[in-house]
């Protein structure tokens, strides 16, 4: 049985990818002490190590892993030891060109950078396998050893491939998934255009073609890519389970990542970690937390680890912006506010040569201990010492965000009424108005249950599967709050359109239909006019006809003006709310601030702007998390009368707390 | 002997594209029911259909399509039959891939979406007419088919092919013209870096070059695919012919379209027809109008078809902003002024599926019979009911604007004094002091006959062709009066320069030479003086020196300050004048209206700003089009004491007539 | 022994490319009169001519360049015979397709415009070596040919190749550098993303990669490029050397051209020519002003000639403006002024086809004798004649700015903290305090002496080789002043960085070190405060830890507020100054003007704005330049009581001269 994450962690972990293959051996124990000193406990190894593990085909060196791993071992520093996989071998690609991805043009990407692998390709599935069973057996005891981190930020460079491997393999997921030819010609709408097939070899990829795609099409080719990799990585972790069954593994996701569902992959993983990057240009960083509850959400409220943050700033923007004096351990303490139980950082020590040598790092090039980096790391690292309690503590939340990737994926294909509208965009915000109140949102599937909310969102939810709508209708019926916004309930799961009137799946329980669309030029705005007040509106109007709802909105410039614009509806026992356009922000804030004051849902405080607060729970105490994005201090009232420990000073606190600028408190109460 | 358009269609042509393929048979006879209700009375149908009537080579299934002609004739429907070969099947790819176009990287386009034929492809003309023999057969004497419908848009994406067969292609294309490589080597210049061949076989296409082109090769290989492309079309023709001989064929046309030599085409069609698709965000559509009077010109005034238009939005551009009410009907109505016969659109049924499932249609998504949109479309079928008289009516120009494909495509080849010019710019702003004053224009080749006219303007008619500076001389020599603009005769139709002084061929007849040209930067203006008004000029100013022609107005900055800009010279018993620079639209306005009236051309009547006015005459009736592009109502004038009788109510009207904002009148005389 | 330039032409050296095979034999008598009323004295002939030299292979057709020379020799025209390698005939590549260029797609580059072969390609080798060995045979003795043209403009178009051919040439040149793969894997620094080799064969190119490429690499790769392609000339070089040794050679260099290191490949010339296209949108060339100077320099001062400049307007850019009357002729002078033996246009006579055939040229397509640009043409080359005692006159610099062409290649590869610095908007920033002063200016590369200079700037050298800080604190030590500005000293000659500190090589001398990095975003500036003034600085900062430097000015914003931002140290007898940011030009005049004011170094002469001031000595005589680049005139002030002989007036000149707008004096003393 597979250990849990607290039983072979039971810190906030704290930590970095660590690349000692890239240094001297008399730089190893260094390295290590200083690790102690900054209060790392775990450590990424391995990585980027396959061509110094399987020098040649089959002949394999440990030697050197050996002896790092006992180093950090003696030490007392946990390894999250690497597959080794993310970067194939030189020779690998050489002996076997088959292995390389392909462009859509036919050529072949080439050994160079990293990550330059067709997922679909047989031979390197096999040499995986080779490499990770002899990694599994060699390391199976070893006590360093507490999680296995499978590959690395898997499809982040390259998502898709085109090579004539990939091309049979299509094929055959498509047999596998349609039976019958004809039955891929009416869920592909090949009836248009004259795309009729007569048998899977005809098929190509949704590329090289003269104008637009076949959206079904293109969809399916994004849902095979998904899974060819998901493939690669169940592979690995099949080997690892049979070998190593108590061993937890995992593999590192991205932020605003496309390519893959997440939600699908973490069912797989037995730790949900994640790589944050935010520009520092944001100010404060909403969107990271946004990730953060994504992930969070991921496994149903497990706590996840951020496996890689930077330390100062990246190397792969225009412009890399560097975080001020005590942004990082802000932004790492939101981390933990949010669920998180582990603070890693890629990666320990300053490259030298290579890509990202200007990538920060835990340790700088000048190895300078008084460096302003290292030193903010070392504080950090002993801080998080004191808080060996909070780990698996949850955060609960009254309000949820549907959030889908095939959806996300289906609204953005081309040939749309307005193809400029991001769905990130929409998500973002509806997130930030919550963001900014301190409520705690999780993110769901449609398909996933509701019942824990009373409140759910569905923003620009053009994909609406085979029975999602009733799901949907029920979690009204028996009395929840929906709010679903424009271009929602538009397009079934093969992206065909609900006929009968837009947004058909949802036209019972919004109590409207929609006739058509208006969507707006860049610089259009429009205005709604409610309760009185006029404001902006801009992207997109739908011309609604109501069908029992009550307007709560109504449009007032252009043809359709006195239109509704917003409605709500009683539906059963619950309220459904359409929003056919695209509101300001201080639209949105308005009509969520009456909806939480009608359902009872509070924030745990009322806070100066800029201070995010967020709470974790275990069974036993309640933690609370104050973080201050200002530069100035800022003063928070607590509840009267009762008594609060900080969880990093270990005081007791009563009727108020002073933040500095960029400062933190944990009360514990 | 075939058959007039007008005794096929005696009406005003109302339907558009009709794919039953897409639905199934229970939907065919609401479609033909709700035809009717809407007045439609063709439809174009089978132009994607090659995979569902040939579904494997040589087997042909037209039992669906004998029904769906058979319901469209016993609903009083008739037809325009496509020959079903705009979108090859995925089976003729697959056997035969040399009939995939290449792209300069060698790649090859692939199936899945239309048009990826390569015009060059023997294989595929094979299989095209196996394919428009079997149609043609079939339907020869089904008594719903008016018209055939060759293929569709052609080359509206792939109007290139560098396949190892279109290379031979060219060179046997070159050969056939040039006869012999010394030849080519001199009509190329291919003294110039060094580019002479010793054989066909050593020529390749002007594309993946380390830089520029030699013009001469690509103004050849431009000719050379408009040629092989309408190759596609006369095969297509000449089968029709023989086999129905009595039955009009055409194809149709796009707007702006650049590869193909319409003025060509247009000779081996029976009928003009085109796809018109203005951004609402224009406003008022003069571009469109300049394409309808374009498309009339095509075959010397004969009425011409809106073959494709859309009801509401398109989906493939960035924003897809949708007709407001009344504008679909006012723009139809504008096509019907300036000389169609035929209001089409695409399409009959909004797609479920595939890509144009966002593309508006005459019944939308909901089948709401009550919806907008289709209550505007049978609205607009119904009235067009009572313009019967007017079909093959005609449009009297006296101004005459050339407009040359082959030049379009010399003077926006790279390498000019300034690369950011627009052939099609230059041409919009000519035009559209025309369209302001409601004064009519045709458009001719230069080498076309000049005599009904007394004005003709050439915008920077760069390109000027043996011949055709005699042509123009005759024309002002005998009275015409003619306006040239900068930049134009420049080069001989090798895009070698005319030698001896610019504009070489035109310096008689205007009476001046251009001694160096000045380009303008992007931000930079300057000003002409003219009747002691300063005006603003842009883009462009000619050093012209004097040899006869008199300035009428002179720059006033930069350091040709006092140097003539624009000139006019008594050639002959007519007038030249040169517009040596880019005047803003005050300026032209102000020249042209006094050139109108010198020539006594004038409006039908003078009517408020944005109000469309245009007149079509036949033997027995003169019809005037009165169309409101405001919002506001308007009140027009009528000749005095003098009874019109409305087209569209009946009724009789004198003195004045008073439009709502968007409406239109057809007033009859 | 090659005879020195001065030898085969002792005066300014006028004229330009002429291509009499793109004219008829009628022409080129009426261009040897021509030449001769235009001052010509030289021209570069056959430069595009090896097609119809070598008409087919080995077949050599020289009757026509026979009568050419002829022609130019008896109308007194020297030559500078190209050895007609730039552009290769259509049969080679046809019979060879392995001497055509690769793209990174693996497509060839094709015949059709120019420059389309392989650098790598062993066969356009051989084919190079037979041309010239022939054409130096046949003209190794006719009197017109004054020196060798090799080739053309080398790698203007194509520097890079991706040819099979190429890539076992890359991987023969790396073994020929490192040896063995073991040496190459430590001095790429493959350990970073398992990049390890086993075999020279593995490598490959640094492109197709899905993401970023190991910099040490694709340093290498811009180096082997550059060295192949030098390879190219100088196997033409040791032909002409071999049969015709007293005769000059040379190749045209271009500017701001990053591909070629100009400094290694100047040793090899007998005379440094360059093309200059400066765009007028500029005004004053400050710009070109910079290229001369380091033309200048690439050969220790000897004079150089401008073999290309435009009499007008080029055709490839957007918009092509024209220089004003009065440019042309002044900025000839600039030439001349700081260093230029030599005055030379593209082309003679304008062409008539093909792709440069709006390229301005000293007779234009009118042929007209009385067009503004012959005519000013005409004026030139007459006055020119006045200046051949000038011929050989030096420069004499107490300047020097640092420029490396391998720093340019490595500090823009990508992945750096600030990824939009330019290297040479760094340089031309502190050129351009000098050009504005008129104090003369010579580059250097940091290897070099510098034992002539009082000042020596080194902006961003981001790369110190092995060798040359020891060298560079040398000079200081020594007594020289240095000012080195930000991210300089920072990677070693494979890219990797200088461990110990930034900038580890210059620490000690600079009595300073880099703690961190802080670039800043596109809209972001700070402020310096020096002296009581507050100055703009903005891209970057450097938070520096002062180790013995005093700070001459802090920043006074953003979390580094207070920090030093720029510094001095007095290090042995000299002065080295750092700039940690990027001063905005106020900021730099004033440093700069006390420096120079404290070295003692002046400049010729004060002038008013946009008088631009040079000097020129022989042994015998001085010569001062003054160009006055505005539109208006100006007097300068002369030397009290000193006579002065205006070269071009022969006038006896003192106490001041008046200069018209755009005009030019040149003064002997």
């Given at each position: 049985m597979v250990k849990s994450i607290k039983e072979v962690m039971p810190h906030i972990a704290f930590g970095g990818d660590y690349n000692p293959e890239q240094w001297s051996e008399e730089v190893w124990l260094e390295d290590a002490r200083l690790m102690q000193e900054a209060g790392v406990n775990l450590v990424s190894v391995a990585i980027f190590s396959w061509s110094v593990i399987e020098k040649k085909e089959g002949q394999f060196d440990f030697a050197w892993l050996d002896k790092i791993l006992d180093i950090l071992h003696s030490h007392g520093i946990g390894v999250a030891l690497a597959t080794a996989t993310a970067s194939p071998p030189a020779w690998l690609s050489s002996k076997y060109p088959e292995v390389l991805a392909v462009k859509p043009d036919g050529s072949r990407y080439q050994v160079g950078s990293r990550q330059h692998y067709s997922p679909n390709s047989k031979r390197f599935l096999e040499s995986v396998r080779k490499l990770v069973t002899e990694m599994a057996t060699r390391y199976q005891d070893h006590p360093a050893v507490k999680m296995w981190h499978i590959n690395?930020?898997?499809?982040?460079?390259?998502?898709e491939c085109y090579s004539e491997e990939s091309l049979q393999a299509f094929r055959k997921w498509l047999k596998d998934k349609y039976q019958t030819i004809d039955t891929l010609n009416r869920k592909w709408g090949t009836a248009f255009w004259s795309q009729r097939y007569n048998n899977w070899d005809e098929i190509h990829f949704p590329v090289n073609l003269p104008t637009f795609y076949n959206p079904s099409q293109m969809l399916d080719y994004k849902r095979f890519m998904d899974q060819a990799i998901f493939n690669l990585y169940k592979t690995e972790k099949e080997i690892l389970r049979e070998i190593t069954p108590d061993i937890p593994v995992f593999t590192n996701f991205m932020y605003e990542f496309k390519p893959l569902d997440y939600f699908e992959w973490a069912k797989e993983l037995d730790l949900v970690t994640w790589d944050s990057y935010p520009d520092p240009r944001e100010g404060t960083p909403f969107r990271h937390a946004m990730h953060h509850d994504l992930m969070r959400s991921l496994k149903d409220g497990a706590p996840f680890y951020l496996m890689e943050q930077v330390t100062s700033h990246v190397n792969w923007r225009d412009i890399n912006l560097t975080k001020k004096p005590g942004e990082m351990r802000l932004w790492s303490y939101s981390t933990v506010a949010r669920g998180g139980d582990g603070v890693m950082y890629f990666q320990w020590r300053q490259g030298r040569a290579g890509a990202e040598k200007f990538h920060g790092a835990m340790v700088p090039h000048s190895s300078n201990p008084e460096s302003r980096v290292y030193q903010e790391v070392k504080q950090l690292g002993n801080e998080l010492k004191k808080l060996d309690r909070l780990v698996g503590a949850k955060t609960k939340a009254k309000v949820a965000i549907m959030f889908d990737w095939e959806n996300w994926w289906a609204v953005e294909l081309?040939?749309?009424?307005?193809?400029?509208?991001?769905y990130l965009d929409q998500v973002y915000q509806y997130y930030k108005v919550f963001y900014e109140k301190n409520i705690a949102v999780d993110f769901v599937k449609p398909d996933m249950s509701l019942d824990k909310y009373d409140l759910v969102i569905a923003p620009m939810l053009y994909m609406i599967k085979d029975g999602e709508s009733a799901h949907i209708e029920n979690y009204v019926k028996d009395g929840g709050t929906l709010v679903v916004s424009f271009f929602s309930g538009i397009a079934d799961e093969q992206d065909h359109i609900h006929l009968g009137g837009y947004p058909a799946p949802l036209r019972n329980l919004l109590g409207l239909t929609v006739d058509e669309f208006a969507p707006m030029a860049d610089d259009e705005v429009n205005e709604i006019l409610t309760n009185g007040q006029r404001m902006k509106v801009n992207l997109w109007a739908d011309i609604i006809k109501l069908e029992g709802a009550k307007p709560i909105a109504h449009f007032t410039q252009n043809w359709y003006k006195g239109k509704p614009a917003i409605t709500s509806y009683r539906y059963g026992k619950g309220t459904s709310i359409y929003i056919g356009t695209n509101p300001a922000d201080d639209y949105l804030t308005e009509l969520f601030s009456g909806l939480l004051t009608q359902l009872k849902i509070t924030a745990p405080f009322n806070t100066p702007p800029k201070v995010e607060v967020a709470e974790r729970v275990t069974g036993e105490e309640r933690f609370l998390f104050f973080l201050n994005h200002n530069d100035d201090p800022v003063t928070i009232k607590l509840e009267k009368g009762k008594m609060y420990t900080s969880c990093l000073t270990d005081e007791e606190i009563s009727e108020e707390i002073v933040l500095e600028g960029k400062d933190v408190a944990i009360l514990s109460c």
């Open positions: 690395n930020e898997y499809a982040c460079h390259l998502a081309e040939g749309k009424p307005h193809n400029k509208l991001s």
